[in-house]
C-alpha cells in the first residue's frame, strides 16, 4: 500500500503505509474479537493443563508439550498485542485508536496471568532433572540456553502470588506511565515561524542548514517542553520510583541489573564498554565538535549546531524510489541472499513512511510473532540520514526474519545483539555510497555525516545511559525536581560533547522527549553495544570477506538460542575483552582522521 504525496511529501513519491491485514482485518472484525476469545480459552487450559506439574512432567519426559503449548499461545497473544500497538501507533492522538489498544492490552495482562506460573514453575524444577530431560530430549535441548538464562533469574523471582500482583498492577502501573508519555509526546504542537509543527517536524528542523531555522526550531523545542515539564518530571519520577520498589522486592543489587539480565550480557561487561567510551570522549566528540566549530567559522557550536549540515554537505533530497535501490544495492552487494529476505518489506505494506500527527515519533521495527512478519515505521523526509534510517530498521526486519524459525520463546534476540544488523546494515549502505560518490565534498559530506551519527550512537547513547544512572541514583534519595534532573542533564552533556558546544538556554530541558528513559530504562547502551560489536565484525570482513556472510547469516537465524559470547566466538570476537571495545572505537577514530585530511 502507498500513501499519496501530501504536503511536504511531493519531492518525495509516494510513500508506503502499513497493510495491516496480514495480523487482523480490523480492530472491529470478527477475526479479531474471535482471537482474543480463543487467546482466552487457551489460557485457561493451559493453566488447568500444566500448573503443578511441570516437575512431574519433566521426570516423564514431557515437558516439550508444555514449551509447545506455551509457544502456540505466545504466538497468538502477540499477534493480538502486535495489531492494537501498530494500529495505535499510526495515530496515538486518536482516542478511539487509544482505547482499543487500553483495553486489549488490558485483556492480555488478565489472561497472561493465568500462565504467570510457567517460567516460576520451570525454576522450581531440580536441576538435575532438568538435565537429564535436556539429555534426553533434542527438540527440548534447542532450549538450553533459555533455561540458562531463566535459571539465572532464580534469585530474584518473588513467589507466585506476588508475581501476580506485580504483573495485574502493571496496567495501572508502568504501563499507564508510558502511555501518558506517549500520548502527551504526540498530542505537543511547536510554535515555529508562525507554523504550528508537531515533535518529529520540529526536531528534523534542527539538522536544517538555515541557523536560523535551526535556532527557532531548538527555542520552539525548548518552550513547549518546558510548559510541560512538570508533567514530564513526575512521569519520571513516579516511573524510577515504580523501578526502585520493583528492584528493592527483588533483591537487584544494582539499578541496571535487571536490564543486563534481560540483555543476556554481564554487568561487567557493560561497565568496560561505558569506561572505554568515556575514556574516548576527548579522542571522538570532543575532537569533532572543535573541528566543527572551525568548519562553522565558530570559537564554540550553538546547541542547536550539533546536527547541523556542514557548510559543504550534500543536500539532495532522496525520493522513495532512491532510497530503496540505495539500500537494496548496498545488502545485495554484500550477499544477494541479504536483498532477497529484504524485498519483501517494499512490496507487501510492510512499512509505514510517511510523517504525520498523531503518529509515533522516531523510527522502529516491530518483530510481531514469528508466524507473520515485522512491521516498519519510518517518518521518512529525504534526507541521507532518512535513508541511513531506512538502512537501519530493515536490518531489524531481516535479523526477525531470519530468526523467526526459531519460534517464539527462541527467535527473541537480546538487546545487545539485536542492534546487529541494523547497524551492519547502515554500514553497508555507508560505504555502498561512499564508493559510488566520485565527488570531494560530497565525499566528505557522506563521511562527516556517518561519523555524526556513529557518536550520536555511541557517545551520546552512553551519555544517556550515564544521565539514567545519574538519575535514577538521585531517586532513591526522594523525588526531584525539574531543577536537578536538568543540572544532571546538562553535567552528562558537558563531559560527553565537550567545551565546543554551548548549552544553550532551554536546551536543560531536552531530556524530557527521551522515550527510552520510559520506555525501557538502560536500553540505550545496546546502541553503543551494537555499533561497537558492527565496527569490530565489519574490521574483520574488510580482513577476510570469505565464508563471512555464511557465519554472519549464522548468527542472525540464532535468534536469542545462543549467548552472546557463542555467536561472536566464530569471528574471533569477545565482549568480555577490552581491546573489543578499542577495536570499534579505533574505527570511528579513523573516521575522524580522514575527515580531518580531507577538511575543505
Not at 51 to 77: C, F, P, Q, V
Not at 351 to 376: E, R
Not at 389 to 418: K, M, Y
Amino acid at each position: 500500500m502507498t500513501a499519496p504525496a501530501q504536503k511536504g511529501h511531493n519531492q518525495l513519491g509516494n510513500l508506503p503505509v502499513w497493510d495491516l491485514s496480514d495480523l487482523y482485518p480490523g480492530k472491529d472484525s470478527p477475526e479479531f474479537a474471535a482471537a482474543l476469545d480463543e487467546a482466552k480459552a487457551r489460557a485457561e487450559k493451559f493453566e488447568a493443563t500444566y500448573k503443578g506439574k511441570l516437575a512431574e512432567l519433566t521426570k516423564g519426559g514431557r515437558l516439550i508439550e508444555a514449551i509447545r503449548d506455551s509457544e502456540a499461545l505466545g504466538d497468538l497473544s502477540g499477534r493480538i498485542g502486535s495489531f492494537a500497538f501498530l494500529h495505535y501507533a499510526q495515530n496515538a492522538t486518536d482516542p478511539d485508536r487509544a482505547k482499543f489498544m487500553g483495553d486489549t492490552n488490558e485483556a492480555l495482562t488478565n489472561l497472561s496471568t493465568r500462565v504467570l506460573f510457567f517460567e516460576l514453575e520451570l525454576n522450581r524444577i531440580e536441576d538435575a532433572d532438568l538435565d537429564a530431560a535436556l539429555d534426553k530430549d533434542a527438540e527440548l535441548a534447542r532450549y538450553r540456553t533459555w533455561f540458562a538464562e531463566l535459571r539465572k533469574a532464580r534469585p530474584y523471582q518473588l513467589d507466585d502470588k506476588l508475581e501476580e500482583l506485580f504483573h495485574d498492577k502493571s496496567v495501572t502501573g508502568f504501563s499507564a506511565w508510558n502511555r501518558l508519555f506517549d500520548e502527551t509526546l504526540s498530542s505537543l504542537a511547536f510554535e515555529v515561524d508562525g507554523e504550528t509543527l508537531n515533535m518529529e517536524s520540529t526536531l528534523h528542523l534542527l539538522s536544517e542548514r538555515d541557523e536560523k531555522k535551526r535556532e527557532s526550531a531548538f527555542r520552539a523545542l525548548g518552550k513547549t517542553l518546558s510548559e510541560n515539564a512538570r508533567l514530564f518530571t513526575h512521569i519520571t519520577n513516579v516511573l524510577a520510583k515504580d523501578k526502585e520498589i520493583s528492584d528493592r522486592w527483588r533483591g537487584y543489587k544494582d539499578i541496571a541489573d535487571s536490564r543486563h539480565m534481560a540483555n543476556s550480557v554481564e554487568r561487567e561487561v557493560v561497565d568496560a564498554l561505558q569506561k572505554a567510551v568515556e575514556d574516548a570522549y576527548p579522542r571522538l566528540s570532543h575532537r569533532y565538535y572543535k573541528m566543527k566549530a572551525k568548519w562553522f567559522g565558530k570559537d564554540k557550536l550553538n546547541a542547536w549546531d550539533r546536527n547541523a549540515p556542514l557548510p559543504t554537505s550534500d543536500e539532495r533530497v532522496w525520493d522513495w524510489t532512491q532510497a530503496v535501490d540505495t539500500v537494496l544495492q548496498a545488502y545485495g552487494k554484500f550477499s544477494p541472499k541479504l536483498a532477497e529476505v529484504a524485498a519483501p518489506f517494499f512490496n507487501s505494506g510492510w512499512i509505514d513512511a510517511p510523517t504525520g500527527n498523531g503518529k509515533l515519533s522516531g523510527a522502529f521495527a516491530h518483530p510481531t510473532v514469528p508466524s507473520a512478519h515485522p512491521y516498519l515505521m519510518l517518518n521518512y523526509m529525504g534526507r541521507s540520514r532518512d535513508v541511513m534510517t531506512l538502512a537501519h530498521e530493515l536490518g531489524h526486519g531481516v535479523h526477525q526474519r531470519l530468526a523467526a524459525a526459531q519460534g517464539p520463546i527462541l527467535a527473541n534476540t537480546p538487546l545487545t545483539l539485536a542492534e546487529t544488523a541494523s547497524v551492519f546494515g547502515e554500514m553497508l549502505t555507508f560505504r555502498h555510497m561512499l564508493d559510488n560518490t566520485t565527488d570531494a565534498k560530497q565525499r566528505f559530506a557522506l563521511l562527516s555525516s556517518k561519523v555524526e551519527d556513529m557518536l550520536n550512537t555511541v557517545v551520546r547513547q552512553i551519555a544517556f545511559y550515564s544521565f539514567e544512572r545519574r538519575v535514577h541514583t538521585a531517586r532513591k534519595q526522594g523525588e526531584l525536581r525539574t531543577e536537578e534532573i536538568n543540572r544532571i542533564w546538562l553535567e552528562v552533556q558537558r563531559e560527553s560533547l565537550g567545551d565546543a558546544v554551548a548549552q544553550n538556554e532551554g536546551y536543560d530541558i531536552f531530556w524530557a522527549y527521551i522515550p527510552h528513559f520510559i520506555h525501557s530504562p538502560f536500553y540505550v547502551y545496546a546502541y553503543a553495544f551494537g555499533d561497537c560489536l558492527v565496527n569490530s565484525l565489519y574490521a574483520q570482513y574488510e580482513k577476510a570477506n570469505e565464508g563471512f556472510a555464511e557465519r554472519y547469516f549464522e548468527l542472525l537465524k540464532a535468534g536469542g538460542s545462543k549467548h552472546h559470547s557463542e555467536l561472536l566466538a566464530p569471528f574471533g570476537l569477545d565482549a568480555k575483552d577490552p581491546q573489543f571495545w578499542s577495536l570499534g572505537l579505533a574505527m570511528i577514530e579513523g573516521l575522524i582522521d580522514e575527515l580531518e585530511a580531507a577538511s575543505p
